[in-house]
């Protein structure tokens, strides 16, 4: 069992709010990812980082940051959130050394009005 | 990039039937993973399958890397079953995973 977690759950946010969205997990993993997904649709890489101090930008373009000051903890923020953010976003992770199973967190959801 | 394609795009059938996924992808992995997405958005690891078979209850799945493909048998098809599956692969030399569009399920009872 993965043990990652995402909070919140579901925002839901004004436009021009800044934002942090929560990613934890308790299995030592160094690399962590951030993805983002309409719903049902192909999931797209947006962050990752291969271990504290480490990130890099994802294959689709995103306005968010990410930072990785501790192995367990990687947020992602929304400096000014739009409409257009508006999606699901899925935080994962993976031992990448012999084990390259990756694991997901519940996902939040957000919603900018 | 290494292309990832799935097959059906959608599947509707009867509670208690049979069906197989299909997954193919373009390059050598070293990774391929089957993910099942439920109704609230999350992504539940079904299957870390690089190569051979594997079996989990009602659920199998097999991988040909020679051939770059995977398949993923659900049996006896149940209503909690509906989703969408999603294949994803990890080239050799890369470390993110590819995703591949989903397989959309839905099992009517």
């Known amino acids: 069992e993965a043990d990652i977690y995402q909070t919140p759950r579901y925002l839901v946010i004004g436009t021009g709010k800044k934002i942090t969205l929560e990613c934890s997990q308790t299995?030592?993993?160094?690399?962590m990812y951030w993805y983002q997904q309409d719903p049902g649709m192909e999931l797209h890489l947006i962050h990752y980082?291969?271990?504290?101090?480490?990130?890099e930008k994802g294959d689709l373009s995103s306005e968010s940051t990410v930072s990785r000051i501790r192995t367990e903890h990687f947020p992602l923020t929304l400096e000014s959130a739009r409409p257009s953010h508006t999606s699901q976003y899925l935080c994962a992770s993976t031992q990448g050394i012999g084990n390259y199973e990756q694991y997901f967190g519940p996902g939040t959801r957000l919603t900018v009005t | 990039g290494i292309q990832v394609e799935q097959s059906p795009p959608d599947l509707i059938l009867q509670e208690g039937a049979n069906s197989t996924l299909r997954c193919n992808f373009s390059?050598?992995?070293?990774?391929l993973q089957w993910f099942h997405q439920n109704p609230w958005g999350q992504l539940i690891n079904l299957f870390y399958i690089p190569s051979g078979t594997k079996q989990n209850g009602r659920l199998s799945a097999t991988t040909v890397a020679t051939e770059r493909y995977s398949l993923l048998y659900i049996s006896s098809s149940q209503t909690t079953d509906s989703g969408v599956y999603f294949c994803?692969?990890?080239?050799?030399?890369?470390?993110?995973?590819?995703f591949g569009q989903g397989t959309r399920l839905t099992i009517n009872p």
């Open positions: 299995m030592g993993h160094d690399k």
């Open positions: 980082s291969y271990g504290v101090n480490s990130t």
């Open positions: 390059d050598s992995v070293n990774n």
């Open positions: 994803a692969v990890l080239i050799q030399g890369a470390q993110k995973l590819v």
